[in-house]
């Protein structure tokens, strides 16, 4: 499938900005008080703290070749942009937003699959105002005659949600044994197989409010919330990064292998030794590596840990390798350039690559949706932060689709599968106050 780009600038003139510095503003704040029905976006990772809301231009992407064509649409967009000259680098403008795990969704099945409706498989936007906060400093940026307001707005406390469908085990489990064939026959080395459960809250669940228990629970990762026309939302917190590009340093993160937290010191530095000592976990991790890596030598210099280490969260740990490059000619490849070599890897869809992907579509039954692709910001020299969109749940309305995965590999145990995404669907079920686990295994 050609690849499609559309890039809509609400203004044919080159679209100016001022800044500001905002004192102590929250960019989730900022990002709160949007209009309801208008694009609004919070992220906080990779060291900076971003809210926006409003558009003043959409750059969208579908088809094979999708990121390639994005990159392409945001230099062309970013080029119109005017910058505030006396502004610092922190204040400016930046397209925010984020691309689907597929090229294009899959059709819609029956009652209860996630209804993914304003996500197209790639769209970033180019926000009317701007929040970005880092290292104590916060700026506000504004399209001019865009308002730049401070947003006060206080987003209502998370209502309580119940599992009003918690997926089939049954065909999980099936899955899981299908994709162990598979690998035996030597047809895979790896495959991600992923999950829904659905809830539902006594009244429309704000997404804000879901990004800020979430950013308060989980401060090792990346919190966001992406709000798209009509006001479905996709938000949660992910540990893992996809790529950086800063100049010609890029930084990318391998993270596969999983074990949960312990309830006392002793047990959870029991399982952290467990989890790197485990064989199973090392070579599930190692594909990850290699293939980060291999993605990543043909531009530049390239280098990573020799071991493995653990990020703890907080309930569950994975092995975690940085993988780092330094780019021969970065003028050439902006950090949307990197991502179309790099996704999906084997920590969300498999190896190989395209039959991991070929076998997903015919067992995994699921429309992935935003889930698993990434979400980020990019700015006019290039650079940005995208993270995978692991740990998170569409909103829509009083209702909420969570989304977790496991990666199979020779030796995995289907029912330890089962439980592992029970822990990973927890990180946003205990925010939405869900039960633990036993109601569609939440832990």
Do not use: N
């Not at 008080?33 to 579908?62: H, K, T």
């Not at 308002?147 to 009003?164: D, H, I, K, N, Y």
């Not at 599968?417 to 029970?422: I, L, P, V, Y």
């Amino acid at each position: 499938m050609t690849p499609s780009t559309v890039a809509r600038p609400l203004a044919r003139e080159p679209i100016a900005f001022r800044s500001r510095p905002a004192g102590a503003l929250d960019p989730l704040a900022l990002a709160a008080a949007g209009a309801p029905g208008d694009f609004r976006f919070y992220l906080r990772g990779g060291g900076l703290e971003l809210g926006g809301s409003g558009a003043v231009a959409v750059v969208e992407a579908r088809g094979e070749g999708r990121l390639e064509a994005l990159a392409d649409g945001a230099r062309r967009l970013l080029g119109r942009v005017k910058a505030d000259p006396d502004a610092p680098p922190l204040a400016a403008p930046r397209l925010l937003g984020g691309f689907g795990f597929a090229d294009r969704g899959r059709p819609r099945g029956g009652p209860g699959t996630p209804d993914w409706t304003g996500f197209p498989p790639a769209r970033f936007v180019l926000p009317a105002r701007l929040a970005v906060r880092a290292g104590g400093e916060t700026w506000v940026t504004a399209a001019a005659g865009r308002g730049e307001e401070t947003a006060g707005a206080r987003t209502p406390p998370l209502p309580p949600a119940c599992v009003s469908d918690p997926g089939d085990p049954a065909a999980f489990l099936l899955g899981v044994a299908a994709a162990r064939a598979a690998i035996e026959a030597g047809a895979l080395e790896k495959v991600v197989l992923a999950r829904a459960i659905r809830a539902r809250a006594g009244r429309p669940i704000d997404p804000f409010a879901l990004a800020g228990a979430l950013r308060e629970a989980e401060p090792r990762c990346c919190a966001f919330a992406f709000v798209a026309p009509g006001g479905a939302a996709f938000v949660g917190a992910t540990p893992e990064r996809l790529v950086r590009r800063a100049g010609a340093r890029v930084e990318a993160f391998a993270l596969a292998g999983s074990a949960p937290r312990g309830a006392t010191p002793g047990e959870d530095h029991a399982l952290a030794s467990r989890l790197l000592s485990s064989e199973k976990e090392r070579r599930e991790h190692a594909l990850v590596v290699d293939a980060v890596c291999a993605a990543l030598r043909p531009l530049g210099a390239v280098s990573r840990r020799p071991v493995p280490g653990v990020l703890a969260l907080a309930h569950v740990q994975h092995l975690f390798t940085p993988v780092e490059a330094v780019l021969r000619e970065p003028a050439a490849l902006a950090v949307l350039d990197l991502a179309a070599r790099l996704h999906p890897t084997p920590a969300v869809a498999g190896t190989p690559r395209d039959r991991a992907l070929a076998f997903l579509a015919e067992r995994e039954g699921l429309d992935r949706g935003w889930y698993a692709g990434a979400i980020g910001w990019v700015d006019a020299p290039g650079d940005g932060d995208l993270f995978v969109a692991l740990r998170s749940a569409l909103l829509r309305g009083e209702q909420a689709w969570l989304f977790a995965g496991a990666g199979i590999v020779a030796g995995s145990d289907p029912e330890a599968e089962w439980r592992e995404t029970g822990v990973k669907l927890g990180a946003v079920g205990r925010a939405l106050g869900l039960a633990p686990a036993g109601a569609g295994g939440v832990a």
